[in-house]
């Protein structure tokens, strides 16, 4: 097991480990606990009845959070004359075409999320074995593949989070930071949790939701009663 620091050994030790709680009671318990030097990040984790590596079975996409994430988004756009200015006026922080291509190649990318109209994806599409590891290849199926690129990062810039089952099925998400408050970390907790219900794959078989937690980034994390969160959500 992974060596864990006094003040969070405490925090586990005071924490029944068999105990579910309310939304509104785990963020209570969060926040309190969120005591270090630093705006700490509200995560939730899903464990989802799903297997990732059938296509049937993936759990991917976007939902944007009622009071957003707290985090500062850079966006870079891939687009070319009107739409370019479109991005730009939206906020973008980097727009370009072959020239933002070439930063990439060259390792530059300074960058959280990556946008880009159709007519630039083939040249996008040279990129990615740098952008597909990374995660900041832009999709259709996210809305980072779009005309309407001013829109896209305005909703990026405003909360937007991606979430994607990993391996395990365990889908996990940043939705917050521990300066907000008690009811717009639960808003946000219920949206997330609704998206992730409205994601449900066809393939998914048996219990779709085996477990929910809360956290923050170096406190306890909290088991949610599903069939209450699931009910809060809907």
């Known amino acids: 097991m992974a060596h864990r620091p006094k003040r969070l050994r405490k925090l586990y030790e005071q924490r029944n480990p068999e105990a579910v709680y309310s939304i509104v009671d785990a963020v209570k318990f969060v926040k309190e606990n969120a005591?270090?030097?630093?705006?700490?990040?509200?995560?939730?984790a899903m464990n989802l009845g799903v297997d990732p590596r059938h296509a049937d079975q993936n759990v991917r996409g976007m939902v944007q959070l009622p009071n957003g994430t707290g985090k500062t988004v850079r966006i870079a756009v891939f687009a070319k004359g009107a739409k370019a200015d479109e991005?730009?006026?939206?906020?973008?922080?980097i727009v370009g075409d072959e020239d933002l291509a070439a930063k990439i190649k060259k390792g530059e990318i300074d960058f959280d999320r990556c946008i880009a109209t159709p007519d630039m994806m083939p040249l996008v599409g040279r990129l990615g074995q740098i952008l597909g590891p990374k995660g900041l290849m832009p999709n259709p199926k996210l809305g980072t593949v779009t005309m309407d690129v001013a829109e896209a990062v305005k909703s990026n810039?405003?909360?937007?989070?991606?979430?994607?089952?990993?391996?395990?099925?365990?889908?996990?998400?940043?939705?917050?930071?521990?300066?907000?408050?008690?009811?717009?970390?639960?808003?946000?907790?219920?949206?997330?949790?609704?998206?992730i219900l409205k994601a449900k794959p066809s393939g998914a078989k048996g219990t779709y939701i085996n477990k929910i937690t809360l956290s923050s980034t170096m406190g306890a994390s909290y088991c949610l009663d599903i069939d209450a969160a699931v009910s809060e959500a809907a």
């Open 35 to 44: 005591t270090a030097k630093f705006d700490e990040t509200i995560e939730i």
């Open 87 to 93: 991005a730009k006026k939206a906020g973008a922080d």
């Open 157 to 195: 810039k405003g909360g937007a989070v991606e979430y994607r089952a990993e391996k395990a099925g365990v889908v996990h998400a940043g939705i917050g930071k521990a300066s907000f408050g008690e009811k717009e970390i639960a808003e946000n907790v219920k949206t997330f949790i609704k998206a």
